[in-house]
């Protein structure tokens, strides 16, 4: 089993509080996913988010639709979360979200821990597909935190 590590940082011209309470509020992972995954929220329980919220949502990968549900294993706002898939398409999806104060705004980082199914074959997918698709995904969502926070 290979386990990949994706990691993310940006700079918003935000206070820390402002850009931890857009994250904070999960009907926002709309706004941050592509439109070509279909993301649909099903439920947040328990709503408002904290540690231990289940997070159930729908997405469509290529032709392939899917159901995901992540837990929320930490939560210390406004600096850190982390979301952990419980169910869906990975083996493996930890995903830290940290934020800190730096020259006025906010620098976000993403760290995801991932692996795949099928081993030999999930590292040929990973290397043909999803590797791209991962970078390509937060690249939309770098975009969509510009315009949200207008930098």
């Known amino acids: 089993?290979?386990?990949?590590?994706?990691?993310?940082?940006?700079?918003?011209?935000?206070?820390?509080?402002?850009?931890?309470?857009?994250?904070?509020?999960?009907?926002?992972?709309?706004?941050?996913?592509?439109?070509?995954?279909?993301?649909?929220?099903?439920?947040?329980s328990p709503n408002p988010i904290r540690k231990g919220t289940f997070i159930r949502y729908r997405l469509r990968w290529?032709?392939?639709?899917?159901?995901?549900?992540?837990?929320?294993?930490a939560w210390e706002p406004p600096h850190r979360f982390i979301d952990l898939q419980r169910k869906g398409p990975y083996r493996l999806w930890h995903h830290e979200h940290r934020f800190e104060e730096e020259a006025g705004g906010t620098r976000i980082f993403d760290e995801?821990?991932?692996?795949?199914?099928?081993?030999?074959?999930?590292?040929?997918?990973?290397?043909?597909?999803?590797?791209?698709?991962v970078e390509t995904i937060f690249e939309f969502r770098r975009q969509a935190v510009d315009r949200v926070f207008g930098e």
Do not use: C
């Not at 290979?2 to 940006?10: D, I």
């Not at 700079?11 to 994250?23: H, K, T, Y």
């Not at 290529?62 to 294993?73: A, D, H, K, L, N």
């Not at 995801?112 to 698709?133: C, I, M, N, S, T």
């Open 1 to 44: 089993m290979a386990e990949y590590v994706f990691r993310a940082g940006q700079f918003v011209p935000r206070p820390l509080e402002e850009v931890f309470a857009f994250f904070a509020r999960a009907e926002n992972l709309e706004e941050l996913t592509p439109p070509w995954l279909h993301f649909r929220i099903l439920e947040v």
């Open 62 to 73: 290529r032709v392939f639709p899917m159901g995901w549900t992540s837990e929320i294993i």
């Open 112 to 133: 995801v821990r991932y692996e795949l199914p099928f081993d030999q074959l999930g590292q040929l997918v990973h290397k043909l597909k999803v590797r791209h698709d």
